[in-house]
């Protein structure tokens, strides 16, 4: 802090404030009050609440001024955003700071990934606080780019920047007491520790919590919800692109534990980022759904701050950082301006903030090595029967069903009428030849195959499609691109996103990747597909760690059991 005699001064009366935010209506979620006064700031920090003079004035004229908002949980590769071009998204709607989990950059790049990352988020409007990754790769069922070990986070955990350990996705290894997991706890102990437990519940939840763990974002069910909260953990309420949990979680909160909750979005695209908004459109929605809105800005300020130890963050008072949002309306929250240590850095939907120069880009990531007249093809099997991928709306883990194959020339075929397609998912990064063959249902694909490079966790090639020369067609030009998005149709391009930065990011400006995701949608659209976010639902059918029924490269996955298993039942 610059001169704390200097600001003891100010606080005091004695000297004016640099800026001077007069007439607001104050949103202290510290106490659970709104009332009038000002608020006077000095280098970047709140000095003082009350009559103060100062060089210069802002004047609010009765509008609600709150702490800007947090988002406890996001992965800021999903928005296919560099960190610069993300924050020119995201501080318009009130955001002033990100806990992020880099793991997607670290399953591809590793430690540079996590490197590249810090970088990157460093003198922006939004503070990126980063949570080191514990799961790369997330299981043994599938090949990533890299492999982190408790000794890597024990080498970057001091990093003031770092706020714990990310999701600890291996879940049965941490409450079976597995060494290696263990060990990823221990060295985060001081710092948070993040959970994900999809459907964890009894015994073995207690037992995960007993390890350490301190909150979970996967929650689907409120009574699974609840019982994580009753054992401590903080309830993170997600709500993205394509995960939708907030609606069903909400009866949970109440004035007595929502200090115990934040609002995540965990995966958000950039186009949904700017139209439907990012924390703000989680307060919102609470709000519409019944909750207070003390509540709720409590739940996207201080709640979140105080969980990840986010020191002079998500509150307005002497000493915190003077981020703030004006906005008029206390049961409809639209930001009006958003202000990052007391200076203007959005208003009225528009990003005020100086551009920054780009980071350096790492390394390409594109290595494969297939043989697509013969990897795609499956045989027709006895039993007749196969284990198909269902995928459910709006949520990303998936359901197993078991159906009678369509069979063309002896082999297995997509089958368009039933809407049972063929999916490919080929190893890019260490060019092993690994290639896994399946079948999912809910794309409704008529025509044409669609293909990305981001496929959580690992980040393999995953292909959906109605025949396999679409299918060929758009890895050649996921590699060609240096990874991306793409969709074909009778062996041509019909819109593309290029995604160079790790297969997971665009270096092109934010309204660039708007218009390649709403093309890619609009194509998917005109090929039958009406998903609301087909590439992030596809991305999502390699993720071995949520159930039921998912594909990497070493096939298809029993994600209950974490095990391997037949494509034929």
Known sequence: MRDLQQKLGVARG?????????????????????????????????????????????????AYLAPSLIDGHFHVESSMLTAPEFARAAVPHGTGAVVIDPHEYANVLGLDGIR???????????????????CVPATPLETAGACLTADDIALMIADERIAGVAELMNFPGVYLGAESELAKIKAGKGKSIDG??????????NAYVLAGVGSDHESTE???????????????????????????????????????????TDDKLAGDLVLEGHIDHSVRKAIRLGLPPMLALQIATISTARHYRLRNFGAIAPRYWADFIVFDDLQNLVVRQTYKKGILVAENGKCLAPARPPTPQPRSTMNLRYN?????????????????IET??????????????RIKDGLVVSDMERDILK?????????????????????????GALGSTVAHDAHNVVVVGTNDGDIARAIEELERMRGGQVAVQNGQVKAALALPIAGLVSDRPLNEVIE????????????????????????????????????????LIDAVNLKTTSLFA
């Not at 003079?53 to 009765?62: N, T």
């Not at 697509?372 to 284990?387: L, N, T």
């Not at 390699?542 to 594909?551: D, T």
């Open 516 to 555: 390649g995701i709403a093309g890619l949608k609009a194509a998917a659209r005109e090929m039958g597909c009406e998903l609301d976010a087909p590439f992030m639902s596809l991305s999502f059918l390699s993720l071995s760690p949520i159930p039921e029924l998912k594909l990497t490269d070493q096939g």
């Open 14 to 62: 004695e000297q004016p404030a640099e800026r001077l935010f007069r007439n607001a209506n104050l949103v202290n979620v510290l106490s659970g009050e709104i009332y009038p006064t000002h608020v006077a700031v000095d280098d970047g920090r709140v000095v003082g609440l009350g009559d103060y003079e100062a060089k210069k004035v802002i004047e609010l004229d009765g």
């Open 423 to 447: 999916l490919v998912v080929v190893e890019r990064h260490r060019a092993t030849g690994n290639v896994g063959v399946g079948f999912v249902r809910g794309f409704g694909l008529k025509s």
């Open 196 to 205: 994900h437990a999809p459907g964890l519940m009894g015994k073995n939840l």
């Open 392 to 405: 459910v709306p709006h949520q990303i883990v998936t359901r197993q069903v078991v159906e009678v194959p």
């Open 116 to 134: 590249y990352v810090l970088e990157s988020t460093r003198d922006l409007p939004v503070d990126f606080f980063i949570m080191l990754p514990s």
């Open 372 to 388: 697509a007249a013969k990897d795609f093809q499956v045989p027709s099997g006895h039993p007749a029967k196969i284990r198909v």
């Open 222 to 264: 409120l009574a699974e919800a609840r019982e994580k909260l009753r054992l401590g953990m903080h309830v993170l309420l997600r709500e993205g692109s394509t995960e939708r949990n907030l609606a069903t979680l909400l009866p949970l909160v109440n004035s007595n534990n929502a200090m115990n909750c934040s609002f995540a």
